[in-house]
Nanobody, 113 residues
Framework: VQLVESGGGLVQPGGSLRLSCAASGFTFSRALMRWYRQVPGKERELVAGIDSTGGTTYYADSVKGRFTISRDNAKTTVYLQMSSLKPEDTAVYYC???????WGQGTQVTVSS
């Protein structure tokens, strides 16, 4: 199993980023996928989830209306479109499935002016 996150970076408050997670080693098209984030000293937080078909999504209250999760089963990739970013969105972002697989390296998102 391999999960490779990318797309993070430094962005100003109010800006946007799109994260990608390329998955391999399991049947992606049947897998629920989730995005998490973690800041140092805190537990990893579930941010968003999407079912295998993309028909059902979930968002944490803190990101609802600003983030959009999507997937491309042909590319075995899940995305997180982040808009109206706030400094409190600063974290390392990870993707995973259920049940949890070994974590990837994550991608750092920093929201700062």
């Amino acid at each position: 199993v391999q999960l490779v996150e990318s797309g993070g970076g430094l962005v100003q408050p109010g800006g946007s980023l799109r994260l990608s997670c390329a998955a391999s080693g399991f049947t992606f098209s049947r897998a629920l996928m989730r995005w998490y984030r973690q800041v140092p000293g805190k537990e990893r937080e579930l941010v968003a989830g999407i079912d295998s078909t993309g028909g059902t999504t979930y968002y944490a209250d803190s990101v609802k209306g600003r983030f959009t999760i999507s997937r491309d089963n042909a590319k075995t990739t899940v995305y997180l479109q982040m808009s109206s970013l706030k400094p409190e969105d600063t974290a390392v972002y990870y993707c995973n499935t259920a049940p949890l697989r070994p974590w990837g390296q994550g991608t750092q998102v920093t929201v700062s002016s």
